[in-house]
């Protein structure tokens, strides 16, 4: 089994509010789970309306799927999101 795990930090200018921030992040956790089945999460910094830190997160039988697949998402996001995209990390675990 092959898990991997895209870490996605952006930062929110000119948000005001914990609201927009939902808006913000439930549209790309829904678009993400739509479009390639993984699972995602907001991560870190809950009470921070400037910032946004998600989790995506895959599972595969074979390392390639998982690679391509995060590959893809990341993609994704940095051509739709409304935020900027500060840092990202895989991390790819097998057992």
Known sequence: ????VLSLEFRLHGNRSLKGKRKIALSLKQKL????N??????DAQDSH???VLAVVTVSGET?????????ALSMIEAISPAE???????????
């Open 85 to 95: 995209l500060v840092n990202c990390k895989t991390e790819i675990f097998s057992s």
């Open 38 to 43: 993984v699972s995602v999460s907001e991560t």
């Open 64 to 72: 390639r799927k998982v690679e391509s697949r995060l590959s893809k």
């Open 33 to 36: 789970r739509n479009k390639f």
């Open 50 to 52: 400037e910032k946004l």
């Open 1 to 4: 089994m092959i898990i991997g």
